[in-house]
Each structure stands twice: as structure tokens, then as C-alpha cells.
């Protein structure tokens, strides 16, 4: 993708690894992302998306790996990494007793900025995350997605360049979570990277500029949202039909079609691409066979995951550790 | 840059976060207030008059004891409760705040870090003192004739703060090692109880042999027997070496426990 010579490295590890007691949660993980990109680690609950951002952010070590983030050793100078990094955690961050604007001036104080420009920053924040009206009450009185707005604000009061998102939009109405992906991209259009889980394809697919699915501690592909789907033959054209005749007539012709006689359909592996639809509706048009409807399926990122893992992305439960 | 350059800052803003905190939820404040205050009247009101006559044999200064010797008696040993409410009050504010997002968000700040820590000790030390103060103006008002001089009150107030840091470290570190906020509030338990278990309330002289060993030497008695002498001028002999022994003790475990305890890496 990017070759760049000027593209630079904001996040990378080698070798990855953490277990907790004898469970293995990241089974050498590697990672690289691209200063102001947005990467995405995508994978059900309990395939170690956490994990990765807590190492990553400092909150807990790694058991093996080489770990750089903003240029700095994550084991050996933890503190560099933080004073470059912003995490906005699954679970909300903010101070509850606090107000929204308090919140934001400790964390100007906590960033060591002077009075003038915390206030001026706490400000600037307030209103372009829409809590100007807010901004005196307690944060116990805000909102899921207000709260989650704070939160991000908070993050983003010591202007980090390499931003963590865990799950930021998980528990979110449609709405809150267009803001929140509105928020984003306008975060990297300031140059901002960010690495992002989730456990939504689409998200991945609206944000992220590179993927990563992580299933049980492993990254089992990599790449464009394109370039994923690209390697899984998910894609096909499906023909409903008027009467079983014509059903029965179009799956002679074409031998090797899924076909479903309650349903009426014939299912047939296709690229998608225009020539070879072209070619398959020619027979079927010779033929003199009557549709009644047509569908192209292209795959989708949940074909991806179900090639991949062999599993799909509707995760079983699992025990809460 | 090292994260110790900010240590002052760091924890002045933890302080101030702490005291809007103690503003806005005052529940413990009153805790920590009402607790010392109940006890003084229901020591002197319910108790006082038998308790003050029972003085009069336990070889103190005191010829035949009254109620109103009662109250000067026991006055130190309240303002000691006092100290040891407010410690417990620190437990449960520390096991709260640990259950909130904001500790994880602290821990990936290039931040001070004992700073979350020095920020609840010294906010609750503040208001173990306003407690202390509130204490002393009731005992005042039901009887208590201190006889100190200004030094005296100032000594006083130093015993007293000195107690009420070392105490509210260890405290810190009661709350931080508790799984929830409910044993975080059991767990100092025993700090309240060591006033009574020592010469708080009664001469240690008229307990059973065993119960007496254990009250001369454990640390709330040297503690106070230094505040009734400086206040009512009972001798204090060793016993004020002994309280700063036991404070210096204190204090120094309750902090390196208490940081080790904060740095540890919590899976949440």
C-alpha cells in the first residue's frame, strides 16, 4: 500500500506474547502501523483485542515480544510512551464526580499544561465534542454516548499521536456511533494513527486503513479491507425463480449451483466481476429461462471470517474470567 | 524526563481532585465526623458516671472520679477513634475509586504515580483533621477542661497528624488490597477497636493480666498517653518516643505496601 519513503512507523511488535496463569491469550502477535493510518484489530470477545491494547498502552507487560510505540521501547521507557500515547478504554474513563469540564482540567493538569492553555484546550474540546451545554453538570448525569465523547476528549486533551481505541463505539445507539466514527476520521485527517479494535466488521471496514483478524491469540490475516475479502471466494449470484420448470432447467445447465427447491434459488459462485455476470446471464437468457429475481452477493468481511477461522463472527458465550 | 519531576504537581492536582470528591459525595465526611462525636457522648452521657468513679482506684491522679473527670479522660482517646475513623474512611475511598475507569486511564499517563495515593492519604488527613477540630469543640462543650499551654496544642495537633498519616497510609493499603469495597470498609475494623484495647477508655490497670500486656504495648496506648499529658498534663515519659517510634513504623509499611500494591498489574 503505502511506499512512501516519508511513511514512518508509529506502532510495532515482533513476537508478541502473554499468557495469564497457563492460558495463552497472544501467541506471538505481529503488528505494524503506519504513522496517521488507522489500524483495526478486528475478533470476537476473548480473542485478546484488550490485551494487546492494554500491553501496548503500558498497563501491563508482555511475557515476550519486541514492543515499539511512538518510537519508544515499551518495556524499557514506559513513561515516553505514555506521554505520546491516548487510550480511550472499553469502559468509560471519566471521572463520575466530576464535571465534564473538570474532567478535562485534570487532565490538562495531569499533562502538566499551564492554566491558560488548559482552559483553553478544555474549551476547544467541549465544544467540538458538542458538551458545551454539559459542561457543568457531573459526568454521572451523562449519557452513553455523551460519556463516551468525554471520554475520547479526555484522551485527546494532551494532543497524543498515537491513539487507542478499545471497543470505542461497543453499547453505542446508531447514532452516537456515527458521531463517534465522524470523530475519528477526523482525528486521522489530522494525522493522528489510530489503533482501533472491534468486534464489527463494518466499523473495521468504515475506518480502518489496514486489518487485523485476531482469533484465539493469533493473527490469522492481514490487510486492506479490499485485499481480505480478495482472498476469500465468498462471492456469488443468486437466481430466484417463478416455477420449479425453470428452476429445474437453469440448474441442468449450470452443474455446479447451490440449489434450494423450497426456496426456489440456485446460488452460483461468481467474482462479481461485470464480464463474468455478463457471461452467466447470456446462458440463462439463451436458454429462454425466466428469472424472477437476481442478487450478487460480493464478500463481505464476514466471509472473511468464516474462511479464516473456521468459525463465524457470531461468537459463542463464553465464561466471563 | 522522569515522572518524579512532577511529583508535587502530580499530587496537589490528586489532592484537589480528592477534596471535590469529599464535596460532592460527603457521606464518608460525615462518617468520619459522626462517629468520634457519638461515641464522646455516649461514653460521657451513658457510661461517664460509672467510669469516672472507677478512675478513682486505678492509681491515676485522680482522687474520687466523677463524670467530669470522665471527660477528661477519655477525650484523648476519642480524638485517637477519631484518627482511626478517618483511616477507615480512606480504605473505603481508595477500594471506590479503584473500581472506576479513571485509575487505568491514570496508569497510561506519564503522571507521578504515587500520586493517586498521595492525593486521597493528605485529602483524608484534611478531613480527619477538620473531624479532629469538630471533636474537640463537642468535648469542650459536654465538659472537657484541657489545662495545655498553645505549645502544648500545637504538640497536640502534631501527635495527632503524625497518627493520622501513618494510620491512613496503612489504610491505603487495607483499601487497595481488598477485592471490594464492602471488606475494604471490614478490613480496618481492628484499627477502631484498638483504642478500646488500650488506655483509651479505661486505665490499662484494671484489665486481666493478658489483655493488659497487650494493651501497654500496642501503639494506640503510648499515642495516648502523649496527647493526655500534653493536654491534661498526665505524665508522658517514654511514651511520646515510643508514639513517633510507632508512627515513623507505620507509616513506612502502609507506603511501600501501598504503592507495590497500586504498581501491581490488575487484569480489568
Redesign the interface.
Known amino acids: 500500500m503505502t511506499t512512501t519513503t516519508t511513511s514512518r512507523t508509529a506502532i510495532a511488535a515482533t513476537g508478541l506474547r502473554k499468557s495469564y496463569d497457563d492460558q495463552l491469550v497472544l501467541d506471538g502477535i505481529d503488528l505494524h502501523v503506519t504513522e496517521g493510518s488507522v489500524f483495526a484489530l478486528l475478533g470476537p470477545n476473548g480473542a485478546g483485542k484488550t490485551t494487546t491494547v492494554h500491553i501496548l498502552a503500558t498497563l501491563i507487560s508482555a511475557d515476550g515480544g519486541d514492543l515499539r510505540v511512538a518510537g519508544h521501547d515499551v518495556a524499557a521507557d514506559p513513561d515516553a510512551v505514555r506521554t505520546a500515547i491516548g487510550v480511550t478504554g472499553q469502559f468509560s474513563a471519566v471521572d463520575n464526580l466530576l464535571t465534564g469540564e473538570e474532567n478535562l482540567l485534570l487532565m490538562a493538569d495531569l499533562q502538566h499544561l499551564d492554566r491558560a492553555e488548559g482552559r483553553r484546550r478544555a474549551a476547544e474540546l467541549l465544544d467540538h465534542f458538542d458538551l458545551v451545554d454539559a459542561a457543568s453538570k457531573p459526568a454521572v448525569t451523562y449519557s452513553g454516548g455523551m460519556r463516551r465523547r468525554l471520554d475520547l476528549a479526555m484522551t485527546l486533551v494532551g494532543r497524543p499521536r498515537v491513539i487507542f481505541l478499545d471497543e470505542p463505539t461497543t453499547g453505542l445507539d446508531p447514532r452516537s456511533r456515527r458521531t463517534m466514527w465522524r470523530i475519528i476520521r477526523d482525528l486521522v485527517a489530522d494525522g493522528v494513527t489510530i489503533f482501533l479494535t472491534t468486534q464489527y466488521l463494518e466499523e473495521a471496514d468504515e475506518l480502518a486503513d489496514r486489518i487485523a483478524l485476531l482469533d484465539q491469540g493469533r493473527i490469522v490475516a492481514e490487510g486492506t479491507s479490499e485485499e481480505l475479502k480478495r482472498r476469500v471466494p465468498g462471492g456469488h449470484v443468486t437466481f430466484r425463480f417463478t416455477d420449479p420448470r425453470s428452476l429445474e432447467s437453469a440448474a441442468g445447465l449450470l452443474d455446479d449451483a447451490l440449489r434450494d427447491d423450497s426456496a426456489l434459488t440456485l446460488q452460483v459462485s461468481s467474482d462479481g466481476s461485470l464480464r463474468s455476470l455478463k457471461s452467466l446471464l447470456d446462458r440463462i437468457d439463451d436458454a429462454s429461462i425466466e428469472v424472477d429475481e437476481l442478487s450478487v452477493h460480493t464478500p463481505d468481511l464476514d466471509d472473511v471470517f468464516l474462511a479464516l477461522t473456521g468459525h463465524a463472527t457470531e461468537y459463542e458465550k463464553e465464561p466471563v474470567r | 524526563?522522569?515522572?518524579r519531576t512532577?511529583a508535587a504537581?502530580?499530587s496537589m492536582?490528586m489532592l484537589?481532585?480528592n477534596l471535590?470528591?469529599q464535596l460532592?459525595?460527603p457521606t464518608v465526611t460525615f462518617f468520619v465526623i459522626g462517629i468520634p462525636v457519638v461515641f464522646l457522648l455516649l461514653f460521657v452521657y451513658a457510661f461517664g458516671g460509672t467510669l469516672g468513679a472507677g478512675l478513682g482506684g486505678s492509681g491515676l491522679d485522680i482522687p474520687t472520679g466523677d463524670r467530669s473527670d470522665y471527660v477528661n479522660y477519655v477525650a484523648p482517646g476519642i480524638l485517637l477513634l477519631g484518627v482511626a475513623g478517618g483511616a477507615q474512611g480512606t480504605a473505603i475511598s481508595i477500594a471506590m475509586d479503584m473500581t472506576?475507569?479513571?485509575i487505568?486511564?491514570?496508569?497510561?499517563?506519564?503522571?507521578f504515580r504515587p500520586s493517586v495515593l498521595v492525593g486521597h492519604v493528605v485529602g483524608s488527613v484534611i478531613q480527619s483533621t477538620v473531624a479532629l477540630s469538630v471533636v474537640v469543640g463537642v468535648a469542650l462543650l459536654v465538659g472537657f477542661r484541657p489545662n495545655a499551654t498553645a505549645l502544648e496544642w500545637v504538640a497536640t495537633a502534631a501527635v495527632l497528624t503524625m497518627t493520622a498519616v501513618a494510620l491512613t497510609w496503612l489504610s491505603a493499603a487495607l483499601g487497595l488490597v481488598s477485592k471490594s469495597v464492602e471488606s475494604a470498609s471490614n478490613l480496618p475494623m481492628p484499627l477502631m477497636l484498638l483504642p478500646f484495647l488500650g488506655s483509651g477508655f479505661v486505665p490499662t490497670d484494671s484489665m486481666p493480666e493478658a489483655l493488659r500486656w497487650f494493651a501497654d504495648h500496642q501503639p494506640f496506648t503510648p499515642i495516648i498517653e502523649t496527647v493526655r499529658g500534653l493536654l491534661t498534663g498526665t505524665e508522658i515519659g517514654s511514651s511520646a518516643i515510643q508514639a513517633v517510634a510507632w508512627c515513623v513504623g507505620i507509616a513506612a509499611v502502609g507506603y511501600v505496601w501501598a504503592t507495590r500494591l497500586f504498581n501491581r498489574?490488575r487484569?480489568s
Open positions: 524526563m522522569s515522572t512532577y504537581r502530580d492536582t484537589r481532585r471535590k470528591h460532592r459525595y472506576e475507569g479513571i487505568a486511564r491514570f496508569r497510561t499517563m506519564a503522571i498489574e487484569v
